[in-house]
Each structure stands twice: as C-alpha cells, then as structure tokens.
C-alpha cells in the first residue's frame, strides 16, 4: 500500500458523474502545414534571391539546432551513472539525493515496498516499474477518477524510484468508524463510481493478462508465487494460479468450474481496491498504490476485493457477482499450503481508533 499524491482536478459529483474527457487526437502532417512546406510555397511565392536567401538560413538555423540537440544527447549518455542520475532526480527544480530518501518518513505497511515522505509535499516509493506511473498518468488524465500527480520516475542502483506529491488525509480503513451515515452514503457513491469507470477503460486488442506494459501478472494472495505470465487467455491465468498451490487438483478444478474453461472478458483493473489504498481528502478519496494494475480477467476485481469492503459498499459497488471464481480463489488464498491466510481485513475490522466520533 502506498499512501497517495495531491489531486489536483475536481471531478464532478460521483452520483451524477458528467462523461469522460474526451481523447484528443494526435495532430498528423495532413492536418497541418509544416514549417518545410511553407519555406517551399514561400520560394514560389517569391522566387527572389532574397526569398531563397531566406529559406537556406531557415534550413540552415533547423539544422544547427538539430545538431545541437544531437550534441546535447550525445553529452548526456558520456555522462558517469552518479551524474545521470543526478540529472534524473531533478524534484521541482533540485536534485532529490540519497540521504533526503533515506531520512524519510515510512509510509508504508510493514512487508510491503518502502514509500517514504522526503517533504510536506513529496513521496517517494522505491522498487515497483514503470508501468505504475504510467496506469497513474492515464487514469488522471481520461478519469475523473482522484489519483497520486506523479512528478518524477528514475532508475538507481537498479531499482525503479515513483516521485509523486504527498496528500493528506486519513485511510479509508481507518475513517469509515467514524463516518456519520450520510458521509457512507456518499463513500460508497464514489467507490462505485470509481469502480466502474476503471472497468470501462478500453483495453487494447491482443492484450496479454499481466500489466500494461506486456510484463507479468501479479498476485499477493499468499498462495503462488507474486509474478507469472503474462498469459494469453483467462484459462492459462486460472491455470497458473491453480497449478502453483497443488498441480494434483489442476485437472480437476478446470474441468469441474466452467467459469475456469470459458474465455472470459479481459479489464484494466487495480488489483488491490481495498479500503487501505483510499485517502478521504476533502470529501473525495483518493486511489493509490497501482503496483498491481494491470489487464485481467474480467472477475479479478471482485475476487480480490470482495471480501475486504463493508457491507453497506459492497451492495452497491459489485452489481455483478462472480461467485463461482471467488470460491476457487478463496479456497487457494486460504490453503494450508500458504505462508499466510489472513493478509486481507475488512474495513469493519479497522478499529483501532475511536468509532464514537463522527466525522
């Protein structure tokens, strides 16, 4: 779990959320006119020595700066790893070093990745991948979904560093005893609405189950290994996560669940849409930590998360249940096999602050 970054875009109330921002398409060369078409027509135009003098100094100044640019890449890949890094950690207009990462505060939950606050305003999360940032960058930008502003990534002694702003606010997890019924009300509206307009996000064709970027899939249930695949079908991911906790009931499992033998849909999803990775800000929450992100089968959001929302939540959020899967996944989560069966709670668990005061 991560705790999230400053939201800076004001979505419309999540009961009567407005339509997605539209994508705007990528300017091509046929819908405008390029700097070398127009130096060309002005030739015809003025066919004087002083018209060509002029389109040879453009060209000439288009390709200095060319050269320059080529200059300045060249200088920045002879440069030691200690300076390239420098030039990578460059956080609002100063260099982020060793010691400011290392002096931070932890944020994180124990046996999870280190994610430490170097400012008031700054968070860093140490190992993960790219394709972290980049589900973060496109949910805030084709959502109106609340997400971390991501500032900076880097790579350093082989690990992958998420710069992102700091939010303030308590956990979802830890605030719900508090709320007063009209607060939940509005909690579960915005959970549902979250969670659905993740699931329309479009997935590209051909797309394997795994993360974003084509790299592996991803389960913390305790049961298999944390990475697999990435897979090709919603078969070969059951399959995987069946064969890794006891290879002796794969045959059985698969031709007994016609949930585990059907190609379902595939869905962008979170893979960890639990209370924990919620900040209330302001009336709205905040979702965090996409580590887990990535193109599933299309039960894979309920499977993870179902048994971790309060009641009152789950009624409204999951109007399709997808029971059949749950129960293999359950019963795998919760083998003997495991090293540990009790990772997830459920928000009605979180206690340890006094539910008396309402907010």
């Keep these: 779990m991560d705790p999230p970054n400053k939201a800076r875009r004001t979505p419309s109330n999540s009961s009567s959320r407005q339509g997605h921002p539209a994508t705007q398409a990528i300017p091509q060369e046929s819908d405008t006119e390029s700097s070398g078409s127009k130096r060309k027509r002005a030739v015809v135009e003025d066919g004087s020595d002083a018209g060509r003098s002029r389109t040879r100094a453009s060209s000439t100044s288009d390709f200095n700066n060319n050269t320059k640019a080529q200059a300045r890449e060249q200088y920045n890949n002879s440069l030691p790893l200690s300076m390239k890094s420098n030039h990578m950690r460059m956080v609002?207009?100063?260099?982020?070093?060793?010691?400011?990462?290392?002096?931070?505060e932890n944020l994180g939950l124990p046996n999870e990745r280190?994610?430490?606050?170097?400012?008031?305003?700054?968070?860093v999360k140490i190992g993960g991948s790219p394709a972290e940032a980049k589900c973060m960058e496109y949910i805030r930008q084709n959502t109106t979904i609340q997400v971390p502003e991501v500032i900076n990534t880097y790579m350093a002694d082989g690990k992958f560093y998420l710069v992102y702003?700091?939010?303030?606010?308590?956990?979802?997890?830890?605030?719900?005893?508090?709320?007063?019924?009209?607060?939940?009300?509005?909690?579960?509206?915005?959970?549902?609405?979250?969670?659905?307009?993740?699931?329309?996000?479009t997935v590209p064709d051909g797309a394997l189950i795994g993360s974003i970027d084509g790299g592996h899939a991803i389960d913390r249930g305790g049961c298999v290994p944390e990475e697999g695949g990435p897979f090709k079908s919603a078969v070969d991911f059951n399959q995987w996560l069946?064969?890794?906790?006891?290879?002796?009931?794969?045959?059985?499992?698969?031709?007994h669940c016609p949930a585990l033998r059907n190609t379902t849909k595939i869905n962008f999803t979170h893979g960890d849409f639990v209370p924990e990775n919620f900040i209330w800000r302001d009336g709205q929450l905040v979702l965090f930590d996409f580590e887990d992100s990535g193109y599933y089968p299309e039960s894979w959001e309920y499977c993870?998360?179902?048994?971790?929302?309060?009641?009152?939540?789950?009624?409204?959020?999951?109007?399709?249940?997808?029971?059949?899967e749950h129960k293999m996944y359950k019963w795998l989560r919760d083998s003997p096999n495991e090293d540990s069966a009790d990772g997830d709670s459920t928000v009605e668990e979180s206690t340890d602050e006094d539910p008396s005061e309402e907010i």
């Design 304 to 324: 993870k998360a179902i048994d971790c929302w309060d009641s009152s939540i789950e009624k409204v959020m999951f109007e399709k249940a997808y029971e059949e």
């Design 165 to 201: 702003e700091f939010v303030d606010g308590p956990r979802l997890d830890k605030a719900w005893p508090k709320f007063a019924n009209e607060v939940r009300t509005e909690v579960a509206s915005q959970v549902k609405d979250y969670y659905h307009q993740l699931r329309e996000i």
């Design 92 to 104: 609002n207009g100063r260099v982020l070093t060793d010691e400011e990462i290392e002096g931070g």
């Design 242 to 255: 069946i064969e890794k906790n006891s290879s002796d009931i794969t045959d059985i499992l698969v031709n």
């Design 114 to 123: 280190r994610v430490l606050r170097v400012d008031s305003n700054t968070v």
